[in-house]
């Protein structure tokens, strides 16, 4: 740059106001007075609250979802060069990114400037559903891509409209995000449509012909006056006694400004990343922030031979790189792998090593990199501030000594370079060996780990060559439930200086199991403590036979441990094109607003003017007097309006929070509460960030004199009768004479039990409403539901006003799978009766913790039954005794049992007789979560086949076969439902699957795997699924606006099923019923679905039981033709003058002059019974499990689902993969706990884990079954959105099979036919710590058993 032109640029800058904290919005500049800001102020508080950028979601506030994430960027004025990386809005503190520029997704790209080609491949690839996820998602991608293009690794030139991201590398890019409905494969798919080396066939050719392509040559855009501003080192003027944020550059100025206050009330930060974690930092007041990052002394990297120093500010993903740069020194690579599992890489990007450290170290936080640093030797520097000294200790010692003082810092940590210590000597029979190992629920990170392990040995082949003796050895093991990282010394000094063997090895054990030993109270201790096994076996067991360094690690069967397999992709999508659009898989409707984050949520719609916000207060107690409600030291917090209680209930209105299915729910406890978790009270408050804090700073006196013990267990509940009425006409039916059919029975199992717990919605976007009051005692209602019409009730009902003097309006919600039917409504009513009381607009944002505790989720339950059949398998009578755990309230726990049965009838079961108790207990109320007891009914019908398979010694394959119905069968179990025999598509899918899937020939394959794999062992297996659903009545409106434009209003919710879109398509289709020159495709353009407003639309009803799409649809079509039978004769008499085809909008031009009703309103009114139907599904799923660990692979899944005549097969194929991958969580993956008080525990996105792209099938293949035609259904279709759930089980019934091999294995090892029980039920979820129990928590000790003895003969 000429000197001029610098010289220019200063002065221009001069000119600039020097304020302390600039940074730059998609480009648009933000300045603010530093003093006026609150240092705790969150990225995503001010994007969200001060800037129009919406983008940026809410969804955990813990570093955990994704849904925050933005593109930071930094300029180096020095090196003219910017950086960009992604982080988390949610963490990342405001005051932190002075002279930084940010971008978010709709910075990348908008409606307005064009959409940017990452939103248009998401869109493409029907990669979003309710879209909440999706802009973290596209910055995610989009930063992937970015940073693939600046690597210097990556100099193959990408082929065009790619980028040079790998295939592999495109699905790590969203390894941190959660997406809780399209089951990732189609995201993966649409940033792999970028990578240079994917396979395009693959893909889809199709797909990207007309997507547009990658620019690489344009990169993010770092903003000149940013620049300009840079370079004059506008860095944050720290006036210390005037700004409450400073940002020292020297040690120096840190000491003077920790001189200004009390240590106490200072909070130095870096990434500030730990608040993910100690939520309860957020709400601490310091004095001052001190951001320590640009301390020349904590950003050092400095390597010699001594080895790596790194400074404590230096990042998490900076240390990856630094430690990756000499790839041939091992243990620093390996590092660097282990790192890469910490946390996302939005968390590394800005969590730096310091902060770690410290957390562990102060805090005792389960850490991988005090484990894995403690194993590599490494060395801290810490300096005391006042004495300006620094002191090295071994990271070891540091963890064990006292907290450091809040003065002190820690400067940076040194990883010594490694030598053999044997005589000094590098004879090539020494040997440096160095492993990590971690064992969590995800395998590419964002997840804790159970316990986390890193060795190093120094060994050499002993005098005699015959085996590996070890000459020092290092062993830590962390995060297991102990305080620091622990260094497992007796083993290591047993260890020193043997010959590696099996009887050592033993002996080591043995030791180890003493040594590491969870504190009381952590959750799996024994699991844990195998884990340490294992890991300990896998690193020396490779050395019994001297193996190891022979190049040759066989002997114990390691060679398969390690392994990543790729996602593939697949699909099918078979369109139709009889009703086009109708049956085509066209784009979703909104897609690429929901890319760019432009789709407006409830919680985007800017605040009105005055508005205040709300936190529920919810019990603690199952059953308790509330004897008063207030704060701590009885001081009202800052900012805190009020508390609403049921006390402020007006005259007239009732304390109700839910109306629509049976008794009403309370909104909140009066006198009493029943069950912890229940809502007592409202807070309100001026911010909502003000009104989370206070609520934790309320405290409600309980009393339980006088009270009976609360009911936590379902055998109380019945015990005392405390039950819930079924009416009569949802009482379940007995199939058959159960006497008879057990007569008939050759064998019998009696009084086998079944317990499944619950599971949480995980909805990206948490409950939330505005309430705004309007004049004459109206109220108007935003509110993120799959119910208006019964939020809308219930207002009212609560409220005491009459119902047109409310008004429910819903756009979209981010995700509802059920939970956003009944437990919407008291959130909404909440806002309204507050906004009552206050006569100012209240709204409120469910923070994740509250959310998981009050909504309650499904419905856990415990199954007793006694099953009769012959000796070929062909159950004769299934008797079942059910208890279901419906917590405090009735919500729509009656409902239930006929969902469990008609999934459980799926098999023929000869008679049947079904009994269900719903239990009243005082827990929190559970409610209807996507396939609400199907899914149940679903896996006990498997669970019975398969303790029938086990009892017989038959291939539970043939069991299924066998029980499945003939049509005649068919009808008995399901009377009407059944439809015709046509209709009946389950034996054939059933036979389609094994020719899609190979399943017959596989199922060979991993007979032959089980062989020959000692530690890994595979299960496949294949279940069908009948899923019964009925149609209800519908409304809809099709209006024509005088332009030809098309406004469609249906009651049913877009919650990312995609209904819009199906229901433009049918209007597509019937308004092109006209015949006029202009297409269906022409006519879908010009269609726009609109908000659900239930004043508009009366009689809305639900969005719910996978058929609202359908039925909106219908509805439509209905207004459709009411339409086109209004048109018909002008478009005739246009025709007639003109003498021509007539377009649409000439057609409407005339229609208006004409004074047409363009208007038309219907319903949709089905005859219950004809439009009741069973939707069918069967799935392969093969898993391979890591006997030694616990962990399960889903190597690959595949369906063949019966879609009817698809409306739409894209929008159905995700449906499909979605509801399969939310089943799968449940399966395998979420544990929704409770405390003995019946308070859920697992309340956090660190304790509750739902499938992330690393837990999905590897290769997932779904077909759709495109069956005929059928009258009574709407244009032929079949619903998607919740059957295919139930499909899940395949995955639970082959890892099921997998652990018997494990458990075959085990009795080789005994020499006991007998020791082992094949008749095992494996529990639901089966998370890790399941599996690697029922494979045996000491099968290593076992199999060294086994072995030695073998070797002795004995
Ligand atoms: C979602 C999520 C998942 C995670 N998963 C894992 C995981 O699986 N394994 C794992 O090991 N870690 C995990 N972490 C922890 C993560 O590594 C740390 O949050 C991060 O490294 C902390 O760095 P920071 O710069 O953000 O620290 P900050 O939050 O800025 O600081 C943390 C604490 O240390 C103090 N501090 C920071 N630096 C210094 C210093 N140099 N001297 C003295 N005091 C200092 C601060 O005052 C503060 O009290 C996870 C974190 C998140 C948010
Ligand atoms: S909201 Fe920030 S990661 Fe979830
Ligand atoms: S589309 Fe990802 S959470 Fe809904």
Redesign the pocket.
């Known amino acids: 740059m000429g000197e001029k032109k610098v010289i220019e640029e200063k002065e221009e800058a001069m000119k600039i106001k020097k304020t302390p904290l600039v940074f730059a919005v998609n480009g648009e500049r933000f300045e603010l007075d530093l003093s006026s800001v609150d240092p705790s102020t969150t990225l995503i508080d001010f994007l969200r609250n001060k800037t129009p950028f919406k983008s940026v979601k809410l969804g955990c506030g813990?570093?955990?979802c994704g849904a925050c994430v933005v593109l930071l960027s930094k300029y180096d004025p020095l090196l003219d060069k910017v950086d960009d990386y992604t982080v988390s809005s949610c963490?990342t503190l405001l005051c932190s990114i002075d002279g930084c520029s940010i971008t978010t997704s709709e910075g990348l790209g908008n409606s307005r400037a064009g959409f940017h080609a990452v939103h248009e491949r998401i869109a493409g690839f029907h990669a979003t559903q309710c879209g909440f996820c999706t802009p973290g998602m596209s910055v995610s991608m989009f930063s992937a891509l970015s940073n693939a293009d600046k690597s210097s690794s990556h100099d193959l030139p990408p082929r065009n409209g790619s980028s040079n991201l790998t295939a592999a590398e495109a699905e790590k890019a969203v390894s941190g995000n959660l997406c809780r409905c399209t089951g990732y494969r189609p995201l993966v798919d649409a940033c792999k449509s970028f990578a240079k080396d994917a396979d395009i066939e693959d893909l889809g050719d199709e797909a990207l012909k007309n997507l547009p392509c990658y620019d690489h040559t344009k990169p993010t855009t770092f903003p000149e006056f940013l620049k300009k501003e840079l370079k004059m080192d506008m860095s944050l003027e720290s006036d210390p006694r005037k700004y409450r944020w400073s940002s020292p550059g020297s040690i120096s100025e840190l000491q003077g400004l920790l001189q200004l206050d009390n240590s106490m009330y200072v909070?130095?930060?870096?990434?500030?990343?730990?608040?993910?974690?100690y939520k309860e930092e957020k709400e601490r007041k310091y004095s001052r922030f001190i951001d320590?990052r640009r301390l020349p002394e904590?950003t050092v990297v400095r390597r010699d031979e001594k080895g790596v120093e790194l400074g404590?500010?230096v990042t998490?993903s900076k240390a990856i790189e630094v430690l990756r740069e000499k790839e041939n020194v091992s243990m620093l690579a390996k590092l660097a792998n282990h790192m890469e599992k910490?946390?996302?890489r939005f968390?590394r990007n800005?969590?730096?090593l310091?902060?770690?450290i410290?957390?562990a170290q102060?805090k005792q936080?389960p850490?991988?990199?005090t484990t894995i640093l403690v194993a590599a030797r490494a060395t801290v520097k810490i300096m005391s501030i006042g004495s300006n000294v620094q002191e090295q200790f071994t990271l070891e010692e540091f963890l064990q000594q006292p907290p450091?003082e809040a003065k002190?810092?820690?400067v940076s940590l040194v990883i010594p370079s490694w030598r053999p210590l044997k005589n000094g000597s590098s004879s090539s029979d020494t040997h440096l060996l160095f492993e990590t190992y971690r064992a969590a629920p995800r395998p590419l990170?964002?997840?804790?780990?159970f316990l986390n392990a890193a060795f190093s040995a120094e060994v050499s082949l002993n005098a005699t060559h015959d085996g590996v003796v070890v000459n020092d050895c290092l062993l830590a093991f962390g995060a297991y439930g102990t305080k620091h990282a622990h260094r497992a010394r007796k083993v290591e000094d047993f260890l020193v200086g043997k010959v590696i063997s099996d009887e050592v090895l033993m002996e080591a054990i043995g030791l180890l199991k003493d040594e590491i030993v969870p504190d009381k109270g952590t959750l799996n201790p024994g699991y844990r403590s195998s884990l340490a096994v294992t890991f300990l076996f896998e690193f020396f067991g490779s050395l019994t036979t001297n193996g190891l360094l022979n190049g040759c690690s066989k002997e114990n069967g390691f060679e398969s441990l390690k392994r990543e397999a790729m996602l593939s992709s697949a699909q099918q999508i078979v369109e139709t094109q009889e009703h086009s659009p109708v049956g085509k898989g066209i784009v979703k409707a909104g897609a690429k607003l929901q890319a760019s984050g432009e789709a407006v949520y409830v919680d985007d719609i800017p605040s009105p003017e005055n508005c205040l916000y709300g936190a529920f207060i919810y019990s603690t107690m199952p059953l308790a007097r509330i004897k008063s409600i207030r704060f701590k030291e009885n001081r009202v917090p800052e900012g805190v309006l009020g508390i609403v209680t049921y006390k402020d209930i007006p005259k007239g209105g009732q304390n109700v929070g839910n109306k629509g299915f049976f008794a009403s729910d309370l909104l909140f406890a009066e006198e009493i509460t029943h069950g912890a978790g229940e809502i007592i009270a409202f807070l309100v408050a001026e911010s909502q960030k003000l009104a989370d804090i206070a609520v934790n700073l309320v405290v409600i006196d309980y009393d339980t004199e006088g009270l009976e013990p609360p009911i936590l267990s379902l055998e109380e509940a019945v015990e005392k009768s405390s039950l819930f009425e079924i009416p009569p006409f949802l009482k379940s039916k007995p199939v058959g004479d159960i006497t008879k059919g057990m007569a008939e029975a050759e064998h019998k199992i009696l009084g086998s039990k079944i317990s499944l717990g619950s599971q949480y919605f995980f909805y990206m976007e948490t409950q939330t409403a505005l309430a705004v009051p309007d004049e004459d005692n109206c109220m108007l209602v935003y509110s993120s539901t799959q119910a208006p019409e019964y939020v809308h009730r219930t207002i009212a009902g609560c409220l005491g006003v009459p119902e047109h003097n409310v008004r429910v309006i819903t756009r979209r919600v981010g995700g509802g799978f059920g939970g956003k039917v009944m437990k919407s409504m008291p959130v909404a009513a909440a806002c309204a009766l507050a906004a009552t009381k206050m006569q100012r607009p209240v709204r409120t944002y469910v923070n994740r913790k509250t959310d998981m505790i009050t909504t309650g989720g499904r419905h856990p339950m415990k199954i007793t039954y006694s099953v009769g059949f012959k000796s070929n398998g062909k159950v004769t009578a299934l008797d079942l005794e059910l208890l279901l755990d419906a917590g405090l309230s009735e919500d729509i726990s009656p409902l239930m049992p006929s969902g469990i049965q008609g999934a459980l009838m799926k098999y023929d079961w000869g008679a049947l007789s079904f009994n269900v108790k719903v239990c009243k207990t005082n827990t929190v109320s559970r409610t209807a979560v996507r396939a609400p007891g199907d899914v149940q009914g679903s896996y006990i019908a498997e669970a019975i086949i398969e303790k029938v398979a086990s009892y017989l010694s038959i291939d539970v394959d043939e069991i299924r076969k066998v029980n499945l119905h003939a049509y005649e069968s068919l009808k008995l179990f399901y009377n009407k439902k059944a439809g015709e025999a046509t209709e009946y598509t389950l034996p054939q899918l059933w036979e389609k699957l094994d020719k899609f899937s190979g399943f017959s020939q596989r199922r060979k394959v991993v007979d032959e795997f089980n062989a020959s794999s000692k530690w890994r062992k595979r299960g496949i297996s294949r279940v069908p699924a009948v899923y019964g659903v009925s149609m209800r009545l519908t409304p809809g409106r099709v209006s024509v606006l005088s332009d030809g434009s098309i406004v469609v209003e249906v009651p049913g919710i877009e919650i990312g099923q995609g209904l819009w879109t199906k229901v433009k398509q049918m209007a597509a289709f019937s308004l092109g019923l006209i015949h006029c020159s202009t297409t269906s495709d022409e006519l879908l353009e010009k269609i726009r679905v609109i908000q659900t407003d239930t004043l508009s639309m009366v009689q809305g009803s639900v969005t719910g039981g996978s058929t609202t799409s359908e039925a909106s649809s219908e509805a439509v079509r209905i207004c459709c033709d009411g339409l086109v039978e209004r048109l018909l004769p002008v478009k005739a008499a246009l025709e007639e003058k003109t003498g021509g085809p007539v377009s649409w909008d000439s057609l409407i031009s005339q229609a208006y002059m004409q004074s047409v009703n363009m208007s038309v309103s219907n319903t949709y009114s089905p005859d219950l019974y004809s439009t009741q139907y069973l939707n069918y599904g069967v799935a392969a799923s093969e898993v391979e499990v890591n006997i030694l660990t616990g962990e399960t692979t889903v190597l690959r899944t595949d369906i063949i689902y019966d879609c009817g005549k698809s409306l739409n097969p894209a929008v159905d194929l995700g449906q499909i993969e979605g509801a399969f991958v939310q089943g799968l969580g449940f399966f395998m993956l979420e544990e929704y706990l409770m405390n003995s008080d019946g308070l859920i525990v697992t309340d956090s996105t660190w304790t509750y884990k739902i499938p992330t792209v690393d837990t999905i099938p590897r290769q997932f293949n779904v077909e759709i079954l495109n069956s005929g035609h059928h009258k009574n259904r709407v244009l032929s279709s079949k619903a998607s959105g919740e059957p295919p759930l139930l499909l899940a089980a395949s995955v639970h019934c082959a890892v099921r099979a997998a652990v018997k091999e494990a458990n075959k294995q085990i009795q080789t090892w005994s020499n006991n036919q007998q020791g082992v029980d094949m008749s095992f039920d494996l529990p639901v979820p089966a998370t890790m710590a399941v599996v690697k129990e029922f494979c045996g928590l000491n099968v290593v000790e076992k199999y060294l058993d086994w072995k030695i003895k073998q070797r002795k003969n004995i």
Do not use: C, H, Q
């Not at 909070?267 to 974690?277: E, I």
């Not at 990170?445 to 780990?449: F, H, K, T, V």
């Open positions: 813990e570093g955990g963490l909070k130095l930060v870096a990434g500030n990343t730990s608040t993910g974690y320590i904590l404590a500010a998490i910490i946390a996302s968390v800005t969590g730096t310091g902060g770690n410290m957390m102060r936080f850490s991988d990199l450091l002190s810092l820690l990170g964002n997840a804790l780990a």
